[in-house]
């Protein structure tokens, strides 16, 4: 995948979570914060929105760093910048004296009257301005909550020691990994996958391709030229069933999704309930390489049930050849979250199938 995008809205999980458990199965979740935040494997940056992924990546996004530094981010951080730069200067001298560190924590974090997200303290901006020029980095609480740290005691020596990259370089390396990750990808699918600047990214493809790294194909019914690295070995058959996060890599570029699977897919948080077709958290399900349905869940932490508030399976879909494996996914869900019930509601037109598989097991 080379990057996991973070979200803090646990619905059922934290979606950072969840691509692992699609891949993988039920896991020690855990794991997860060990390798992320104590054995530094993994650093949090700026990549498809916030992300984390493997420290190697870092010395290719110095020159994203670099640019921020010249004003090419949110105004409001280069503004503070500019504006007071002492400020800036003892916030960093702060977290090297007791990072890792809030900004609720700082000793003079200047808090803002107003709510939304106007609300941010100046010594939260301060804090992510120095987190976007790369002299700090995040670590996370056991609540998600940010702690501010100098990314040197983040991002090993022997990887910040490295020589920095150009441009056109950090660029190439970038594309390769996002070829690598989607496996078949349009120029502007891979320049996406990292949100890196599409003209820029454009030009690091056609050296790729012409340094062979990179094969230009044509595929049926896509309009524009696609990428996939050389001597890719593709597989025979699809045989994998899997729920998939809101934000798992798969289907975060609902453009690549419909092209590729013919799924259209919208996530519905931010739609009035009344407006929505298919519910708030909506996972879709995966099986044997085509999206054959979706599933509105919530996890009920103080009941320990996974809750299955909308179950629907796509046309021409025949329910009864996937309930039994749609099903075990959802019990693998439960398994993996803790949940010592599954409930399933009404509502959707793969309910009534599903439904009766649950009531079969419980008897």
Excluded at 16 to 24: D, V
Excluded at 301 to 310: M, N, P, S, V, Y
Aim: hydrophobic content about 40%; overall charge positive.
């Amino acid at each position: 995948m080379e990057v996991v995008q973070l979200d803090a809205v646990p619905v059922i999980i934290r979606t950072q979570y969840m691509p692992f458990f699609s891949r993988l199965g039920p896991y020690r979740q855990t794991l997860f914060d060990e390798i992320a935040y104590y054995d530094d494997k993994w650093f949090e940056l700026w990549a498809h929105e916030a992300s984390i992924a493997p420290v190697e990546i870092e010395p290719y996004f110095r020159f994203d760093k670099k640019r921020a530094s010249k004003g090419e981010t949110w105004k409001s951080l280069y503004r503070l910048a500019t504006e007071e730069p002492l400020y800036v200067k003892n916030v960093l001298r702060e977290v090297a004296l007791n990072g890792p560190i809030e900004a609720k924590d700082l000793s003079d974090p200047q808090p803002r009257e107003q709510t939304g997200w106007g609300h941010r303290s100046k010594g939260q901006l301060a804090l992510n301005w120095l987190y976007r020029i790369g002299e700090v980095g995040i670590r996370r609480g056991p609540n998600f909550e940010k702690k501010f740290d100098l990314l040197d005691r983040i991002v090993p020596s022997n990887i910040l020691d490295l020589p920095t990259p150009d441009d056109a370089e950090s660029l190439r390396h970038l594309m390769l990994r996002s070829a690598r990750a989607y496996g078949v990808a349009t120029s502007r699918d891979l320049a996406d996958y990292f949100r890196l600047p599409v003209k820029e990214a454009t030009e690091a493809i056609s050296d790729l391709v012409e340094n062979k790294q990179l094969e230009e194909i044509q595929i049926e019914t896509w309009k524009d030229p696609a990428y996939m690295p050389a001597k890719t070995s593709i597989p025979k058959a699809a045989d994998a069933c899997a729920l998939v996060s809101p934000f798992d890599p798969i289907v975060w570029n609902r453009k690549r999704l419909n092209r590729l699977f013919d799924f259209q897919y919208k996530l519905e948080i931010y739609t009035p309930e009344t407006k929505r077709k298919f519910g708030y958290y909506v996972l879709p399900l995966l099986i044997d390489g085509r999206f054959v349905g979706r599933f509105d869940i919530k996890y009920l932490r103080d009941q320990k049930t996974l809750h299955i508030k909308a179950s629907f399976i796509e046309d021409n879909i025949r329910a009864e050849e996937i309930v039994e494996r749609a099903f075990g996914e959802l019990v693998n869900l439960a398994r993996f979250l803790g949940a010592q019930k599954t409930r399933i509601d009404r509502k959707g037109n793969f309910a009534v199938q599903l439904r009766k598989v649950n009531r079969l097991l419980d008897q």
